[in-house]
């Protein structure tokens, strides 16, 4: 198993305690013992080091072997990128949760150290920017990043008078800066500067144009709000207190002849292509994998983006996207397999969900494409725990309007219990999801599971949106976009609601 090694602390006399980020378990706290013994052992492990590790997981926790991958020597050439190393590497112990999957976190350090990991000392990683840029995307991951483009309450393009608000998540403009009494007062410079710093990869930090009076406000507001997200992080503010001195002596920001601005474009979204709506933990991924299907992404309006290619001559189904745009719902759509040996007929797929920025990921996904039998028998099911009225997909070319199933699982269900989901459709018309318990089948509640999974059947095809109501009745603010296909099964699995 990979892992970073993200802090360390002496323990009693010859043991150490370490945290370990991985993209599989997330943050994992374990003692070496007779650490300072065993050099031989675990000589090269050491902060921003890549390892591969092996744990003894019977009883405590313990790190049984070690054997380095990468080291980014280049972040010790210079103390303020070692600063900024330090201080993303306890911001990701601090977000990470234990035995939790996390590979974005995972990607977000590796890249934050790569970007660090330069051989020339003289290199202008962008300093205090560069820490803003680095807690923006954390806050991306973790699914809380501050909206800085519109305004947080009401949606609208935010323009002056701008205010900051870690309550409403991010810039409230005009007469909506009254919705938070705490509402702090921020110039519009730096949230633009913010805003680059979001979309600009971590190695190109130093081409953002901070000026010199920026640095404080933009500093006070992202405390507050990553104090917020990701909680107390004394020990991680004292790296970057120590460095401030060091800055102000050496910064100097080049103003003119810096290339304007670009938004990024390179923006990819990949996965497998399976025959199962519920793929197996295991690793026997790749057996259910469907060969020789195509697949097209297209925009909300349906103007096809791109054309899926199979990048990996290893992994011949599994699919990549690239580029898409930024920030913009994806749809993709599978088309069968044009010579299917059985001459099975196959169900379109439709995923669809927002693109994330450069180096800010797209998880990778699971892509489904189902025969037509399994998705009859599946919704016929569904249909006679819950309501036969609701009409069920025909998967009959001659028979038009409503049959298209919305089906799905939320990643973060457990922390929104009782939560609900409603899809309004292409007609305009609401239908609301039944859920599942933990084994996976139809349950009678009145909300999501901590298991996550719904289904939603008859939807009319069209643009549809989802939108997510909390046990009190009232619903959230943000809502998901997708797009239901006549009698197709459009599959949401994987995304995370954000209250
Ligand atoms: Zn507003």
């Given at each position: 198993m990979k892992a970073f090694l993200l802090r360390?602390?002496?323990?009693?006399d010859a043991d150490r305690i370490v945290?370990?980020?991985?993209?599989?378990?997330?943050?994992?706290?374990?003692?070496?013992?007779?650490?300072?013994a065993s050099r031989k052992r675990f000589g090269g492990l050491d902060?921003?080091?890549?390892?591969?590790?092996?744990?003894?997981?019977?009883?405590?926790?313990?790190?049984?072997?070690?054997?380095?991958?990468?080291?980014?020597?280049?972040?010790?050439?210079?103390?303020?990128?070692?600063?900024?190393?330090s201080y993303a590497a306890e911001l990701a112990a601090t977000a990470a949760q234990a035995d939790h999957p996390a590979p974005d976190l995972f990607r977000l350090t590796e890249a934050a150290f790569d970007s660090l990991d330069v051989a020339d000392a003289?290199?202008?990683?962008?300093?205090?920017?560069?820490?803003?840029?680095?807690?923006?995307?954390?806050?991306?991951?973790?699914?809380?990043?501050?909206?800085?483009?519109?305004?947080?309450?009401?949606?609208?393009?935010?323009?002056?008078?701008?205010?900051?608000?870690?309550?409403?998540?991010?810039?409230?403009?005009?007469?909506?800066?009254?919705?938070?009494?705490?509402?702090?007062?921020?110039?519009?410079?730096?949230?633009?500067?913010?805003?680059?710093a979001l979309r600009r990869p971590l190695k190109e930090?130093?081409?953002?144009?901070?000026?010199?009076?920026?640095?404080?406000?933009?500093?006070?507001?992202?405390?507050?709000?990553?104090?917020?997200?990701?909680?107390i992080r004394e020990r991680a503010l004292a790296f970057l207190d120590q460095m401030v001195p060091l800055l102000l002596v050496g910064l100097v920001f080049v103003l003119s002849g810096c290339p304007s601005y670009v938004p990024p474009e390179d923006v990819r979204l990949q996965g497998w292509l399976l025959n199962t709506p519920t793929p197996p933990?295991?690793?026997?991924?790749?057996?259910?994998?469907?060969?020789?299907?195509?697949?097209?992404?297209?925009?909300?309006?349906?103007t096809l983006l791109v054309e899926g290619a199979n990048p990996f001559a290893d992994f011949a189904n599994y699919w990549r996207f690239d580029p898409l745009p930024p920030e913009t719902a994806v749809h993709v759509v599978f088309g069968p397999p044009e010579a299917a040996e059985d001459e099975v007929d196959y169900v379109t797929t439709?995923?669809?969900?927002?693109?994330?920025?450069?180096?800010?990921?797209?998880?990778?996904?699971?892509?489904?494409?189902?025969?037509?039998?399994?998705?009859?028998?599946?919704?016929?099911?569904?249909?006679?725990?819950?309501?036969?009225?609701?009409?069920?997909?025909?998967?009959?070319?001659?028979?038009?309007?409503?049959?298209?199933?919305?089906?799905?699982?939320?990643?973060?269900?457990?922390d929104y219990e009782g939560y609900r989901i409603v899809v309004r459709d292409g007609a305009g018309l609401d239908r609301g999801a039944f859920y599942t318990d933990d084994e996976g089948a139809p349950i009678e509640g009145e909300g999501l599971s901590a298991e996550g999974t719904f289904v939603v059947l008859g939807l009319s095809p069209g643009p549809a949106e989802i939108i997510v109501g909390r046990p009190d009745g009232s619903t959230l603010e943000r809502s998901f976009a997708t797009r239901v296909e006549e009698d197709g099964v459009t599959s949401l699995v994987g995304f995370a609601i954000v209250d």
């Open positions: 360390q602390t002496n323990y009693r945290t370990l980020l991985t993209a599989e378990s997330g943050r994992l706290d374990v003692k070496i013992p007779r650490a300072r902060l921003f080091v890549l390892a591969n590790v092996v744990l003894e997981t019977r009883g405590a926790p313990r790190l049984k072997e070690a054997a380095p991958l990468r080291s980014f020597d280049g972040i010790r050439l210079d103390v303020v990128r070692l600063g900024l190393a003289e290199f202008d990683v962008g300093g205090l920017g560069w820490a803003r840029g680095f807690e923006l995307k954390l806050l991306h991951v973790l699914g809380v990043r501050p909206s800085l483009r519109q305004c947080a309450a009401c949606g609208e393009p935010a323009g002056a008078p701008v205010g900051w608000s870690v309550s409403a998540g991010g810039v409230l403009s005009g007469d909506c800066r009254q919705e938070d009494r705490l509402t702090q007062s921020v110039s519009p410079a730096v949230i633009a500067r913010l805003d680059e930090q130093g081409a953002v144009a901070w000026a010199r009076g920026e640095h404080r406000e933009a500093r006070s507001m992202m405390r507050t709000f990553v104090g917020e997200h990701v909680g933990e295991d690793g026997t991924l790749e057996a259910l994998t469907v060969s020789g299907a195509t697949a097209d992404a297209y925009s909300d309006n349906g439709v995923l669809s969900g927002r693109t994330a920025l450069e180096d800010l990921f797209v998880d990778d996904g699971t892509f489904h494409l189902w025969s037509r039998a399994d998705a009859t028998n599946w919704v016929a099911q569904w249909r006679a725990v819950t309501d036969p009225t609701i009409p069920g997909p025909t998967f009959d070319p001659e028979l038009e309007g409503e049959g298209g199933i919305a089906y799905g699982q939320v990643s973060n269900a457990a």
